[in-house]
């Protein structure tokens, strides 16, 4: 018989911020899935919420692409405000 | 430790002028303190070692279950039953976040569990003992889990991030289960004098068998040293069964009960506890099957496995006939790697 497939298991915890990746587990369905990120990673309170996506459906950037999807931030240094010096006495910018 | 003799399958540790250029860089990333994820490359050993390690980590964390399931219909009232439940509940967790880590380098779920049940691959020496009393159960959170927090605690920072991570999570569960474990042995260090003589007897049979998670000393070993280059292994097995030793000691005085070593002493120059010398041999019998429990674990986990066949195959018969109603023209959903 296959393994299950796999499933990448997402959770918000009660503090506003967004779903994280906490792990992966085997299930045969969504619904096996859901019950099974239950019972593993909310056993003391960790989230509100649970998000599961089967590993599959997830596309993924490569390691090789690091440098042409991220090198080009680099040279854009005015893009954070430090960039632009403020002369003493000027203030709330 | 959890993971005992890990074999790098490398003779002996290469310097940098004897690397790829490949594997100077990965070294060079690993010596920043760079963490390696799935997808990026990494030498054939790195990811055999690493596979070897965290199923060996995922084994003795799923066979751990069985010596505490021993007794959880026998616990000596309805709150430690509960607390016992879901210690080894845990334990089971603690398996699956590290199976997980072991797929991600592209081991097979199916693959380590088979060999697990059929004998090829290895797991802590600890869990071949039995758990005769209720006292042990305390004596194994205290002592079993106070070891292997030692050892795991140091392996958040390890250099694969997948078993970094899971770490993290399995330690911060860690804490109850020595915790449980030390407030069952108080219970019974302060109770009657048969139930003090029970606390003594669990210390006297898991004290050895504890000192010895750690592994013989790997001062001269090629392989620790090659995991310890990888940043997969962090201390020595001599430098954790000290710091076990030492914090563990004063913690056995405060329950008035006496550690089973006669040479066990306070050696003020080092600064460290001098304990009597241990039979290796028990271990190496262990290790190789031939504990008091060896072949009793395996035969239950086997059984454990057969007896729950027929659930997997009714829940992906169910999956497959839900999905096929569904979406008639949807392929079956198959198993597949984390990206």
Redesign the interface.
């Known amino acids: 018989?296959?393994?299950?497939?796999?499933w990448?298991v997402f959770i918000r915890s009660q503090h506003g911020l967004a779903h994280k990746h906490?792990?992966?587990?085997?299930a045969?369905?969504a619904a096996?899935a859901m019950q099974a990120a239950r019972?593993?990673y909310t056993?003391?309170a960790e989230g509100v919420s649970i998000w599961v996506v089967?590993?599959?459906r997830?596309?993924?950037s490569?390691?090789d692409d690091k440098e042409i999807l991220f090198e080009p931030a680099n040279d854009k240094p005015y893009r954070h405000p430090t960039f632009f010096p403020m002369p003493d006495g000027v203030k709330n910018l | 430790m959890y993971a005992q003799l890990v074999d790098t399958g490398e003779t002996r540790v290469r310097g940098a002028e004897e690397m790829s250029a490949e594997e100077q860089a990965f070294q060079s990333r690993l010596d920043a303190g760079v963490k390696i994820?799935p997808?990026?490359?990494m030498p054939d050993p790195y990811r055999r070692t690493l596979v070897r390690q965290i199923s060996q980590h995922a084994h003795s964390e799923v066979v751990g279950m069985l010596p505490e399931g021993n007794w959880i219909t026998r616990a000596p009232s309805l709150k430690r039953k509960a607390i016992l439940l879901?210690k080894v509940?845990?334990e089971g967790?603690h398996g699956?976040?590290l199976y997980?880590a072991a797929?991600t380098l592209g081991a097979?779920?199916?693959q380590m569990l088979d060999d697990l049940v059929a004998g090829r691959a290895k797991y802590s020496s600890i869990f071949n003992y039995p758990t005769l009393t209720w006292a042990d159960i305390g004596a194994i959170g205290w002592l079993v889990d106070g070891a292997a927090i030692i050892n795991q605690i140091p392996l958040c920072r390890c250099s694969y991030g997948p078993y970094a991570?899971?770490m993290v999570?399995i330690c911060k569960?860690e804490s109850f289960h020595q915790r449980q474990g030390y407030d069952i042995m108080l219970a019974l260090a302060r109770g009657t004098a048969a139930q003090k003589a029970m606390a003594q007897d669990a210390l006297n049979r898991w004290w050895w068998p504890a000192v010895m998670m750690h592994g013989p000393s790997d001062e001269a070993s090629v392989h620790s040293a090659q995991s310890m280059q990888w940043k997969i292994k962090i201390h020595s097995n001599d430098e954790l069964r000290q710091k076990f030793i030492d914090q563990t000691v004063p913690q056995a005085d405060f329950l008035g009960l006496t550690v089973p070593d006669p040479a066990l002493k306070w050696n003020e120059a080092r600064g460290h506890y001098d304990i009597g010398p241990i039979d290796w041999d028990e271990f190496y019998a262990v290790i190789k099957g031939n504990g008091p429990c060896n072949r009793d674990r395996l035969k239950t986990r086997a059984q454990a496995w057969a007896d729950g066949a027929w659930v997997?195959?009714a829940?992906?018969a169910?999956?497959a006939r839900?999905?096929q109603a569904a979406q008639p023209d949807l392929p079956q959903?198959?198993?597949?790697?984390?990206?």
Do not use: C, F, K
């Open positions: 018989m296959p393994e299950w497939p796999l990448e906490v792990g992966s587990l085997h045969s369905d096996m019972n593993l056993r003391r089967e590993t599959g997830i596309h993924a490569s390691p | 994820e997808r990026d490359w879901a509940q845990d967790g699956m976040y997980s797929e097979s779920r199916d991570r899971a999570r569960e997997r195959e829940a992906a169910h999956a839900t999905a959903p198959s198993a597949t790697q984390e990206p």
